[in-house]
C-alpha cells in the first residue's frame, strides 16, 4: 500500500521550459490536491479536485494547469516555468465522509522544483 | 481568509525534555491536523483532532475548537522528533490551510 506517489522526486528547469509532476493513490481516495512550499513557510494551495472530473483553483493557481486524469492520477502542469515557480510540490488525497465529515489528508513525499 | 498561527516558531530541547505546541486559528473550522516534517522533508499525519483529545505513544494533541486553538503535547523528546511541526484546519470543505510551523530541534 504505497498511499500517495509523486515523480519525479527532484527536477531542475530553464526558465520557460514546461514540465507536468504526477500524482498517484491507490487509496481510493475522491479528493486530490497539489500544494506548494516554499523556504521557512508552510504549505499552499495550488489547485484541489473534488472528484474525477472536476478541478478547482487554490490560494495560488497562477502559472499553474491540472488535469484529473481518473480517480487515481492528478497532474500538475508549468506551461512556461519561472524561477518564482522553484519550491517543494506536494500531491495530497482525502476521502471526505460526509456522514462524519471526516477528510484526513494524506501526502506524497514531494517534488523539489528548481527553475534556473 | 482564515489565519493559522504556530507558536513557538523555534524551539530547542535537550532529549529527554517535554514540549507544548500551540495553534490558533482565527475563525471556526471543519477539521483540524497536525504533521510532522521530517528532515528529509516528508509530511507525517500525527493527529486528525477536530476536538477532544487524543494521545499516540509519547505525543498527544488537545482541541478546543470553540476557542479556537489546538496544542501538540511531545514528551520525552528524542532526536528523531527534530523536524517542522505543522497544523493544518480545514476552512470550507476539503481545503486544508496551513500555519508557518514550529522548528524543532532536539540536540543529544
Known amino acids: 500500500n504505497a498511499g500517495v506517489t509523486q515523480t519525479p522526486k527532484f527536477q531542475v528547469l530553464k526558465t520557460g521550459q514546461s514540465m507536468t509532476l504526477q500524482c498517484a493513490q491507490d487509496m481510493n481516495h475522491n479528493s486530490m490536491y497539489w500544494y506548494r512550499q516554499d523556504p521557512g513557510m508552510g504549505l499552499r494551495l495550488i489547485y484541489y479536485?473534488?472528484?474525477?472530473?472536476?478541478?478547482d483553483k487554490g490560494e495560488v493557481p497562477n502559472g499553474y494547469n491540472v488535469s484529473r486524469l481518473n480517480k487515481r492520477e492528478f497532474s500538475l502542469r508549468l506551461e512556461s516555468a519561472a524561477p518564482s515557480q522553484t519550491s517543494v510540490y506536494f500531491c495530497?488525497?482525502?476521502?471526505?465522509?460526509?456522514?462524519?465529515?471526516?477528510?484526513?489528508?494524506?501526502f506524497g513525499q514531494g517534488t523539489r522544483l528548481t527553475v534556473v | 481568509g482564515i489565519q493559522v498561527e504556530q507558536s513557538p516558531p523555534d524551539l530547542i530541547l535537550q532529549e529527554g525534555a517535554n514540549s507544548t505546541l500551540r495553534c490558533n486559528f482565527s475563525d471556526s473550522v471543519n477539521n483540524l491536523q497536525w504533521f510532522h516534517q521530517n528532515p528529509w522533508g516528508q509530511l507525517i499525519n500525527l493527529f486528525y483532532?477536530?476536538?477532544g483529545t487524543k494521545q499516540n505513544g509519547r505525543l498527544s494533541a488537545t482541541t478546543v475548537a470553540t476557542e479556537r486553538y489546538s496544542l501538540l503535547y511531545i514528551s520525552s523528546s528524542q532526536t528523531t522528533d527534530s523536524g517542522v511541526y505543522f497544523c493544518a484546519v480545514e476552512q470550507g470543505f476539503q481545503k486544508l490551510v496551513f500555519g508557518t510551523g514550529t522548528r524543532l530541534l532536539v540536540s543529544p
Open positions: 495530497a488525497s482525502s476521502e471526505p465522509d460526509r456522514t462524519i465529515m471526516n477528510t484526513e489528508a494524506f
Open positions: 479536485s473534488a472528484s474525477e472530473g472536476t478541478t
Open positions: 483532532i477536530p476536538s
